[in-house]
């Protein structure tokens, strides 16, 4: 996709394009953002059985667990 620089760019070929962008956007499909959230809360809790974050990592299988002290004498 070239790189199109917008400031050397007439006040009509700008128009154009802010027009052209619109009629792509007005044919996306859109969806409410209550149905979006209730899937994604469904989608989020349905893994948090596998979820390091909510269960925590055990402890023979932390990769960032302290393998041994550090004595300054």
């Known amino acids: 996709m070239p790189i199109i620089d917008v400031e050397n760019m007439t006040d009509l070929d700008k128009a154009k394009m802010e027009v ?3 009629k792509k956007e007005v044919k996306l499909e859109r969806a409410q953002v209550s149905k979006c959230c209730e899937e994604v809360m469904e989608y989020i ?7 390091p974050l909510v269960k925590g990592i055990p402890e023979e299988k932390n990769p960032f667990k302290e393998k041994g002290g550090c004595v300054i004498s």
């Not at 809790?45 to 979820?51: K, L, P, V």
């Open 20 to 22: 052209d962008q619109l």
């Open 45 to 51: 809790q349905s893994g948090t059985d596998d979820d």
